[in-house]
């Protein structure tokens, strides 16, 4: 089949927006992933999944590639080592874009995020260019989170919106789903964010590159299992590069040239 002939077929098949693959990073998720593969897989059962690990020392890796022999919508990046949740982003980006997938979707392995909101976000996408799944517009909502984790995060956001000049109430969640064109529009090769403020990054990339941005709300739950990876050096990195673009954002903005 030609280029057009198979372009034509992914649109009849799986409509305007194309092939969907959401992406789930892992660092010893091992009690989660198989839950959380067969949950996407049932509610959105046109899309793939790829799960990036991070050579988990618990075996993830293994049990997802146990889920790929077993179903062919499944995929497994293995990458060396822990590098942070942006470097496992960027590289499941890459791989998405490479198999000329139309819609790239983010989504926590631990049940967090509900696969049952996907079509939801992707009917929200039809009318943007970026959804951001937000616990903090009307609507949305944390369960079971501890009230230090609620006042981190919605720190974060009102620290980051003040300082980027963003009018985004969740800047740090990461269940969203990207066109195909948005993210190649928003210049990943000089993302060089770890950890989870590679979320603000691509938020404020994709407001200054114009893009419509649309949050819908969501309902985020608590994990049951496994711990989250959050800790000071991701809390401190955030910190010092939110500073630093919020500053070069306005040097750029008073210069007149587009950021970042
Ligand atoms: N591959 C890889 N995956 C990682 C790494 N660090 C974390 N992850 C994976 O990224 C997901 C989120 O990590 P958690 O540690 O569970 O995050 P959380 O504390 O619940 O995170 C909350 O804050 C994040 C930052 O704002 C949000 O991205 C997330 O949606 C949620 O709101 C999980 O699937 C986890 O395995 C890493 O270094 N490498």
Same mark, same amino acid.
């Given at each position: ?20 693959l959401v992406i789930i990073p892992t660092f010893n998720e091992?009690?989660n992933i198989?839950?959380i593969v067969?949950?996407v ?7 793939d999944v790829l799960v990036a690990d991070d050579n988990s020392?618990?075996?993830t890796g293994?049990l997802a590639d146990?889920l790929a ?5 499944v995929h497994v990046l293995h990458r060396k080592g822990k590098e942070g949740l942006g470097a496992a982003y960027l590289a499941g980006f890459a791989w998405g874009l490479e198999h000329?997938y +139309?819609?790239l979707i983010e989504m926590d392995a631990d ?15 039809? +009318? ?11 609507? +949305? ?13 919605? +720190? ?18 990461g ?13 990943l ?5 770890q950890?989870?403020?590679f ?30 990876k ?31």
């Amino acid at each position: 089949m030609n280029e057009g002939a198979k372009g034509r077929e992914a649109q009849r098949r799986y409509g305007p927006l194309g092939r969907a693959l959401v992406i789930i990073p892992t660092f010893n998720e091992a009690e989660n992933i198989k839950k959380i593969v067969s949950r996407v897989r049932a509610a959105v059962p046109d899309a793939d999944v790829l799960v990036a690990d991070d050579n988990s020392p618990d075996g993830t890796g293994k049990l997802a590639d146990e889920l790929a022999v077993e179903d062919e919508q499944v995929h497994v990046l293995h990458r060396k080592g822990k590098e942070g949740l942006g470097a496992a982003y960027l590289a499941g980006f890459a791989w998405g874009l490479e198999h000329e997938y +139309g819609v790239l979707i983010e989504m926590d392995a631990d049940g967090s995020h509900q696969p049952e909101e996907l079509p939801r976000l992707l009917t929200a996408l039809k +009318g943007a260019d970026l959804v951001l799944g937000s616990r903090w517009v009307p609507g +949305g909502r944390v369960v079971n989170w501890p009230k230090y984790r609620e006042f981190l995060s919605r +720190g974060g956001s009102t620290y980051s919106r003040l300082l980027l000049g963003i009018a985004i109430r969740d800047v740090t969640g990461g269940y969203r789903a990207f066109r195909a064109e948005t993210l190649r529009g928003l210049g990943l090769s000089e993302v060089a964010s770890q950890g989870y403020c590679f979320q603000v990054d691509l938020a404020r990339r994709a407001v200054a590159a114009g893009y419509h941005v649309v949050e819908v709300p969501i309902t985020f739950v608590e994990r049951e299992l496994g711990d989250s990876k959050m800790n000071r050096n991701i809390a401190v990195e955030a910190l010092w590069r939110v500073a630093g673009w919020g500053l070069s954002d306005r040097a750029n903005r008073f210069r007149g040239r587009s950021t970042p």
